[in-house]
């Protein structure tokens, strides 16, 4: 069976001393999972973070990072960076960041781009605004933001990375997708992807729902045919909660 990726995304919260604390405690509670860990964490985090699951099944990942290598870029983070302290995932092009941080399409495209050029997985956002879903235009949005977030990667590229389809009305705001319209938004994400790079490509791509995900709906979420995990934003700053979400199939 095709695995399941379960990340959190933590955005601007936890302190280095909180993270260190949070990983002793969730460690515990998920070492038997056969699901995929992982916590995007704030840089500043990243290093304890990943000090404190050595040895665990906890993956780290950040949550940003520029597309250039290197440079005259006041207060930006390289790819090659995050690689040399043993970062794994990066996302990319979270609707926060598109929203608030003039984060385009074009950039999107060129920050996987490097993000893979330095054997980083790619996290890639994607969503529609209640106003693009109520004018019946989701699936078009969602399906051209793929396209153009993934404009010239090869096969192989595109097998190292990872979906997350995020409404954005979903995020945030204790508004979860229904499980139907969820896995609907996700089959055409993947049909977009077999039309670029077939069938086979588009089957083995990881594709996480995130918006609202919790303890109390992960289950129905995940066993979707086509969801294969989640992007977890709120539920994902407690131990506990996270651990339940990971763990949803015991
Ligand atoms: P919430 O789970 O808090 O809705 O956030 C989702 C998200 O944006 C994860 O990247």
């Known amino acids: 069976m095709k695995r399941k990726v379960i990340a959190g995304n933590w955005k601007m919260n936890m302190l280095p001393n909180e993270t260190i604390k949070f990983i002793e405690e969730l460690t515990p509670m ?11 964490v704030p ?3 990243l290093f304890y973070a990943l000090l404190n699951a050595q040895g665990t099944n906890i993956k780290i990942g950040a949550q940003n990072m520029h ?8 207060g930006e983070i390289s790819g090659k960076m995050l690689k040399s302290i043993g970062v794994e995932y990066v996302i990319i092009g979270h609707s926060e960041r598109r ?9 999107v495209n060129k920050k996987i ?8 997985k790619p996290i890639v956002c994607v969503g529609e605004t209640l106003s693009q879903r109520e004018a019946g235009k989701a699936e078009k949005i969602i399906t051209k933001q793929t396209e153009l977030a993934l404009e010239g990667l ?11 389809y995020e409404p954005i009305w979903a995020i945030g705001t204790g508004k979860t997708a229904t499980k139907e319209d969820a896995n609907e938004a996700i089959k055409a994400i993947r049909n977009k992807i077999a039309k670029i790079y077939g069938q086979t490509v588009a089957d083995g791509v990881i594709i996480q729902y995130g918006g609202s995900v919790k303890s109390s709906n992960a289950k129905e979420l995940f066993e979707m045919s086509d969801i ?5 934003g709120g539920a994902s700053l407690k131990p506990e909660e996270f651990s339940k979400i990971v763990n949803y199939n015991k």
């Open 67 to 74: 597309y250039e290598e290197s440079g005259a870029y006041t």
């Open 30 to 40: 998920v070492k038997d999972t056969e699901n995929e860990v992982i916590l995007c």
């Open 154 to 164: 090869t096969e192989k590229q595109v097998k190292e990375l990872i979906i997350a």
């Open 43 to 45: 840089y500043i985090d």
């Open 99 to 107: 929203q608030y941080f003039a984060e385009t399409d074009e950039t």
């Open 113 to 120: 781009k490097t993000a893979l050029a330095n054997e980083l």
């Open 228 to 232: 294969d995990g989640g992007l977890v």
